[in-house]
């Protein structure tokens, strides 16, 4: 496979949906949560947004996944 040095290995290529709305809600969690803290001030520039990105507390990211996956399975 010539990409499976880009992807993740606890969910093989051959299951990923085409088009699933169920998938998006890891997105959504993550991305509602960094949006409400970058919005706290103003937006200077790209930096202000990476700075947050990096506070970002991995305990979030793994829910998330956790709630992902089975709903990819089913």
Same mark, same amino acid.
């Not at 959504?28 to 970058?38: D, F, G, K, N």
């Given at each position: 496979?010539?990409?499976?040095?880009?992807?993740?290995?606890?969910?093989?290529?051959?299951?990923?949906?085409?088009?699933?709305? =169920?998938?998006?809600? &890891?997105?959504? *969690?993550?991305?509602?949560?960094?949006?409400?803290?970058?919005?706290?001030?103003?937006? %200077? =520039?790209?930096?202000? &947004?990476?700075? *947050?990105?990096?506070?970002?507390?991995?305990?979030i990211i793994d829910w998330a996944i956790? %709630?992902?996956?089975?709903?990819?399975?089913?």
């Amino acid at each position: 496979m010539p990409f499976a040095k880009e992807t993740t290995d606890f969910i093989p290529p051959q299951l990923w949906p085409p088009n699933s709305h =169920d998938l998006i809600s &890891v997105d959504y *969690h993550i991305w509602s949560i960094l949006e409400r803290r970058v919005y706290r001030t103003r937006i %200077q =520039d790209v930096d202000h &947004v990476v700075k *947050h990105w990096q506070k970002f507390d991995q305990k979030i990211i793994d829910w998330a996944i956790k %709630q992902w996956q089975p709903r990819l399975q089913a």
